[in-house]
């Protein structure tokens, strides 16, 4: 596989991983260290309902327990640059905030073993919501086929017969939709069970000549082909202040610099951004010719909120990474405090999360992937954001890598 994968742009790796995970999750960007080689997904995390879990005189919350094991793949989180300051975006969280809670939401689609069904999913939601993205496309969304992905009777005969043979029953539920979709000429609207909305162009839209929008554009380049498409899609995007976050910077294996466009509603609170900027952006995406391919926006379930929870502090987080409680998909130990090259605040909002909880990521300069050219890799190290005493027990590494 690593052989046939030599030869394949990044890009298009980038692009298939994208189109398979939906928004698995945007911060979980394998960068070219990985070289997009693999998905590395977290475990989700397992909720306990204790009779209390607040000091007294607070209303109980449930304790949080962060699980572990990380999905098996190749490859980690670590992103390449020459220097700290090249990886950029526009994370509305700072650390003089001083925020004393934040939000967590239980995911409601849960995956039931062993064949990882989903339950939970709201049909009715997904059909509106395609309706809706059509009409501020301009399209009548009311007049719109839908279907979906579930199998044909011949498909679907075919694998029954295959599974039997086997002598593996066939589960409940293992041939219903996840996806919604619909087509109106030359674009298609697909929504799945996580309401995400899907957006594509064939063949792709070409922006004026005045605009560069490729996978290696430079930033600047970027931001003014993000002025365009603001406002050609301001209906679409249905936000008061949208604002722009060109992020990423890192490089790939062979030193070609990468930025991804999105936007994120920039207006209320401190809080409701940066809710906005991790739970519900809209991504713009380029085809190999700097063509308009897809758009892809976020708009995830989060009415089964658990509580607002105390958090730490970034300073408190930084003694517990330097003691040891953190998670990562980095296979070295966290290479000392002198390495810490930058933190900031996000949610993991992967798809197979149980509950979306706060953390902090710290990036760590890995003096191990030191490349000849001068080209560093920071690896992503994470601690809960959430106060000790709402968590079974605090992470520790323990020197492997899951």
Sequence with gaps: MLDKLEGIDPVYLEAAENART???????????????LALLGYAGLRVLFPKSASPEGQPALPLLS??????GGMGFEGYMAYDISELVSANPWREEMNLTSLPVYRNPVTYEEPYHLPSGTD???MEALLRQTADRLGLDGDSLILTD???????RAQIESKMEGAGVPVPEGYFRPTRLMARSGDTEIQVDIHLTAEISFEPALSLPSEYTFTHYSAYKELENAAEYLKIQYGELLGMEEPRLNLYGGDYDIYGRQLYRLEFFEGAGSEVE???HYNFA??????????GLCLIRSWQPDLSRKMGDYPVITAGEARELLAEGHYLTSVPYEMPGEEY???VELIYRTG??????????RFYAQLPQEKREDGLNTYGAYYVPAVSEEYLTELPTWDGSFN
């Design 351 to 360: 798809t197979r999360e149980e509950v979306f909880m706060p953390y902090y």
């Design 66 to 71: 962060v699980a572990e094991d990380f999905g």
């Design 123 to 125: 049909f009715e939601r």
């Design 273 to 275: 951004q940066i809710l």
């Design 281 to 290: 952006p809209t991504a713009f995406y380029c085809d190999e010719k700097g």
């Design 22 to 36: 939906s928004r698995l999750p945007r911060w979980l960007a394998l960068g070219a260290a990985a070289a997009c």
């Design 340 to 342: 810490i090259r930058r």
């Design 149 to 155: 992905d579930s199998p044909d009777e011949e498909t």
